[in-house]
């Protein structure tokens, strides 16, 4: 049915990769099958992260393994190249690849070849020239970012319960978050009531000893599930000592002191920054059109504008939000939209494959729900609110139904299960960061934990 030999290359494979591969996969099986289509996708990981539930992960309640899908096993018809696209050139239908092949041969780049380009390698955090940042500072967008965070507040709580200096401890005892979207505030929500569990433990760490900051610039937190939710989200983070700052910005976090725009300074280990993201910069190294924020221009048919046989969706693409009254709307970037527009891409590059017709993505953005810690959370899905236990029991049931594959779901459910009849895991494994420390030492070397050695609670 389909006219030639397609090639499709899909860039990145996350949300939008995954999905879009996975439907391509299903919707040209007989075409793979007959060796008149083919698949590649290209993406540093061979997983795809489900970054809604990192927070869980922070805090324990899922295992990193099950936060992530192998992308081999699901896209058993689809070429995997674990690599990164560093410029396309689709005037020549041609994008320079470095994959783990090239990185050890020392040969640099290579070059391949493609009928239909997908670009979706979503966002990187945005950062600001703030002293101090780029050194101290972590994010909280990967599964790796997610467990050493959650190390690092137990190796803090470690440091403070072990040492005699009270500035010391002060500091490893203070933990700020910078920006009030879902992955700040979810991932503060986990951790903090992670570290509350975990302070019982511990004969000389209080959970009033600690002191939890959330910095927001804006003057609301949660914008994802509307005003009234994000007022009670504030409320209640403050109910749980939380120090939540609005209308107030980081100014610096040099010699790890945590500087903000209300005067105040908190000397800290820890400073994790959330404060929105902003689109891939490989964007940049292509021809193809951006609109001012750096996002992909795409028309509601999920073509880049102005071109032919090229495609996004996701973070990267600034989508039209056809369901807006306003027609200069774009469609936000979160996973709500990069699922469905994964599918009407995936079902677009057939349509074009076939010669049919091509589908509009139109979706009216639904609400959101968040996690504040263990049975607690806030939502507001179709205009219902909701708060406390009901809200983060939806979340679970919610995220349970959207993780990919049932082999996920079941993992997941176990670990729930499991974590609701025995007590939480409160270990720290900062350890398997440094794997090869112990037999440094013994062959002689310098041990990480050695005082003096500053390669330890980097973040
Ligand atoms: C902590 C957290 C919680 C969240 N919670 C929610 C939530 O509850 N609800 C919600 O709707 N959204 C949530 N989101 C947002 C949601 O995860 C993103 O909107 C979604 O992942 C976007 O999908 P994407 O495919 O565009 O990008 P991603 O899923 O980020 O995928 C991009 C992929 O491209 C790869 N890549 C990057 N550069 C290259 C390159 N040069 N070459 C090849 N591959 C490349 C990346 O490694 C990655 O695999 C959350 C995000 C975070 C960080």
Redesign the pocket.
Known sequence: MVKERARILV?????????TALRLQRRLKQELGRGEAEITV????P?????????EAAAGSISPRHVVVPLRRVLSECRIII????AIDHAKRTAT?TTLATEEEGTGTEQLSYDELVL?????SRTLPIPGLAEHAI????VEE?IGLRNHVLEQMDIASSTRDPEIRDAALTFVFVGGG??GV??LGELEDMARYAARYYHNVRPEDMKWILVEASDRILP?VGEDMGRYTVTELRRRNIDVRLHTRLESCADRVAVLSDGSRFPTRTVVW?AG?KP???LAAGDLPLNARGRLKCTPELTIDGTTHAWA?????AVPDVTAADPDAEC????????RQ?KVLGDNIVHTLRGEPLETYAHKYAG???SLGFHKGVAQVYGRKLKGYPAWFM?RVY?LSRVPTFNRKARVLAEWTLSGLFKREIVSLGSLEHPRAEFELAAGGKHPHNPGDDTKGSS
């Open positions: 860039v990145g494979g996350g949300y939008v990769g995954m999905y290209v993406t540093p990981d997983y795809m992260t489900y970054q809604p539930f990192l927070p690599g990164e696209a560093t690849l979706a390698p979503g966002s990187v994010g909280f967008k990967t997610a879902y992955a979810e991932a994802e959330t993201v891939h910069p490989i969706a996701g973070d990267a693409a936000a970037p979160n996973a709500q939209h990069a699922v994964a959101s729900v968040a979340h995220h």
